[in-house]
């Protein structure tokens, strides 16, 4: 157990609506990440943070915006959300500082969009 | 830019049998691989990662993958399935800079048959 909690873990909401996903670690580790798997893509970067307040665009990012207040806790926001926004999205931490450094999954969450 | 292949998405062994899952990456840089595992309805796990410092790689629960350079491959095998190796099974590369996420493969899903 590598200290990653997302929330939900399971979302039915509708199209146009506002969604958002959240992803809490306790381990203090500086990098954060959001993917989304999809059958036949693997995971997909959506977007990462290294730092409060400092984030980045992934490949996918197109629909998604992020928030990073504090340490332990990455947002990801569906503004309007849209049927091909249908996923699962994993969180992960890394400590970052080696480029061997393990990344963690969280356990997911399981988004349909009506 | 970085990224991996994996060959077949689908592979059925036997229980006792050899396993081998194919990767192949595409780097113009020495490339940082994994493996990891994804059993039913949870997150990813790290299986094993290439370090450089040795081509073959033993991970955990009897998996092992072999760099090599002038194949650009790191397949993952097992010299003997079981039937709680039966999960989907993604490589991925990672950058050296910036945000440190991992590129993956669109995963190879394992089944064993007693």
């Known amino acids: 157990d590598a200290g990653i909690t997302q929330s939900p873990r399971h979302k039915v909401t509708e199209t146009g609506t506002p969604v958002t996903l959240r992803c809490h670690q306790t381990e203090n580790h500086r990098y954060m990440y959001w993917y989304r798997q999809d059958p036949g893509h693997g995971l997909r970067l959506i977007h990462y943070s290294y730092g409060v307040k400092d984030t980045d665009k992934g490949e996918v990012s197109d629909g998604y915006s992020v928030s990073r207040s504090k340490t332990e806790d990455f947002l990801l926001t569906l503004e309007s959300a849209t049927s091909s926004q249908t996923s699962v999205y994993f969180c992960?931490?890394?400590?970052?500082?080696?480029?061997?450094?393990?990344?963690?999954f969280g356990p997911g969450t399981r988004l349909t969009v009506l | 830019a970085q990224s991996v292949t994996q060959l077949g998405s689908h592979v059925s062994v036997s229980e006792g049998a050899l396993v081998l899952l194919r990767c192949n990456y595409s780097?113009?840089?020495?490339?940082?691989l994994f493996w990891y595992v994804q059993y039913p309805n949870q997150g990813l796990q790290l299986l094993l990662k290439?370090?450089?410092?040795?081509?073959l790689v033993k991970g955990i629960n009897g998996f092992e993958a072999e760099f090599k350079k002038s194949e650009t491959s790191f397949h993952l095998t097992k010299p003997s399935a079981h039937m709680s190796d039966a999960a989907e099974y993604f490589c991925a590369v990672r950058m050296d800079t910036g945000r440190r996420a991992l590129t993956f493969g669109s995963g190879t899903r394992l089944q064993v048959q007693p």
């Open positions: 992960a931490i890394s400590a970052g500082g080696n480029v061997l450094d393990e990344q963690f």
């Open positions: 290439y370090t450089s410092a040795a081509t």
């Open positions: 780097s113009s840089v020495p490339p940082y």
